[in-house]
């Protein structure tokens, strides 16, 4: 209800009541009634007035902080764009591999952490059980292999031994060989001198004595060559016997080598088993992969979260940006690693040099396919800025994400940077705080 409408009714109820009170003639004697009162305008009316009042209190207001932040807002000379944005930093999240439950916390939210840093250790009780049977298995493995090569070396020493006793019955058939063939040449001998010899007797020219000495001598080469030809064949039976006794060492030896490599490929098994159990024990020891503050806890000790649980989340204090949205005409112009300032509202005397390092492909706000010029000049394109890494490193505690300010960027390579935008001295970094380590 508006106010025109309020005052008549209120004048209406006032004639009313003066018509009604010029009417009543009183009794004689009787007094006569003062006329009541109209009742006040209601708090409807109040509060509308109140309402109206605070609205043009704050449109003076508005009015007068765009005028002040119109005449003192920077003035950019050609060559330079701006844009409003929010200070963010890259967010990590500290995830668990496997599924468990979490046995201690090492930090708390607002703490600093180094890349590396233990954050968080979960519950390896089993992974620790099954560690150390993997390592008995390993010194059963040991043993294992130490005894297959002990037996290795005794059949080695079998087969150079079976070896040797080959070489010795190979030069005794040999030396058999050579002399049955000098015993064949004396049984040849004296065979001829038998036969001279009874040829010279029968006619007279030699005595039976000198017959009877060669046919002696003929029948004792004959023997002596039966002789060697008997050592011959044993000793060709006993070569035959070394060669098969040395085949026996040779396939023991391979035998024993095999055992011995089959021994060594379980003890790199159970090397391997017991290598890949530490792994996963070190992996739930849960790191900081990176420099910056701890910026949410999820989970707290003693919850059990599933492989991929979050337990916190951090900011990367190497990776600290803006985005800020610049029209078709300005960002055409800006480059991948132009230089660029970051002045926040919460220190508006403090300028942070930046480079841009991210110009986007698509326009933002408006539709994708435009047909005029004025609605390709009302595009936004994302432009992104990073702060130096170098300029954070020992100010990780001083990062903050959300903090508004604005970000400049300078489209002409030419163009030199207003004393306004000069860079400021970073801020001196606060003392470094005592990392806590795992236990």
């Not at 043009?56 to 508005?62: G, K, N, S």
């Not at 080598?257 to 739930?284: K, M």
Request: hydrophobic share 45%.
């Amino acid at each position: 209800m508006s106010v025109d409408t309020v005052l008549p009714s209120v004048s209406a109820r006032n004639r009313t009541a003066e018509v009604l009170r010029d009417k009543v003639v009183p009794a004689p004697g009787a007094s006569v009634p003062s006329p009541a009162p109209c009742p006040p305008a209601g708090p409807d009316r109040r509060s509308r007035g109140l309402w109206l009042t605070a609205a043009i209190v704050l449109l003076i207001l508005a009015g007068g902080g765009y005028g002040w932040w119109k005449a003192h807002r920077p003035l950019l000379p050609p060559g330079f764009a701006s844009g409003n944005g929010r200070l963010e930093a890259n967010v990590i999240d500290i995830e668990t591999k496997f599924a468990g439950r979490i046995a201690r916390l090492l930090v708390e939210e607002g703490d600093l952490v180094r890349a590396g840093q233990v954050v968080a250790v979960m519950d390896t009780r089993d992974l620790e059980a099954q560690l150390s049977q993997a390592e008995a298995q390993i010194r059963q493995a040991q043993k294992g292999v130490e005894e297959a090569e002990r037996t290795l070396v005794q059949q080695q020493a079998q087969v150079l031994a079976t070896q040797a006793a080959v070489s010795q019955a190979e030069r005794a058939v040999a030396e058999a060989r050579a002399n049955i063939q000098e015993r064949q040449s004396h049984v040849k001998l004296t065979q001829q001198e038998l036969s001279r010899s009874t040829y010279l007797t029968a006619r007279g020219y030699a005595s039976a004595e000198q017959l009877d000495t060669r046919r002696q001598a003929a029948d004792e080469a004959a023997a002596a060559l039966s002789a060697a030809e008997a050592r011959f064949g044993g000793g060709e039976h006993a070569l035959e016997v070394a060669r098969k006794n040395a085949d026996a060492a040779q396939a023991a030896r391979e035998a024993a080598a095999a055992r011995g490599g089959a021994a060594r490929h379980a003890l790199e098994a159970q090397t391997q088993s017991a290598a890949f159990i530490r792994v996963n024990i070190a992996d739930n020891s849960l790191v900081a992969p990176r420099d910056g503050p701890i910026e949410y806890r999820v989970a707290n000790v003693g919850e059990v979260l599933g492989a991929g649980g979050k337990v916190f989340t951090m900011l990367d204090a190497a990776d600290v940006r803006m985005d800020v949205y610049l029209p078709t005409p300005e960002a055409g112009r800006v480059r991948i690693g132009a230089e660029a300032r970051i002045v926040l509202d919460a220190y508006p005397r403090h300028v942070i040099p930046a480079r841009v390092v991210f110009v986007s492909s698509q326009a933002q706000f408006t539709p994708k396919t435009v047909e005029t010029r004025d609605e390709r000049d009302k595009l936004m394109f994302r432009i992104r800025v990073r702060i130096d890494p170098e300029r954070l490193r020992g100010r990780e505690r001083l990062i903050r994400s959300g903090l508004p300010g604005i970000a400049y960027v300078r489209t002409d390579e030419t163009a030199a940077w207003p004393a306004s935008l000069l860079p400021s001295p970073p801020p001196a970094a606060p003392a470094p705080a005592p990392i806590p380590t795992a236990p």
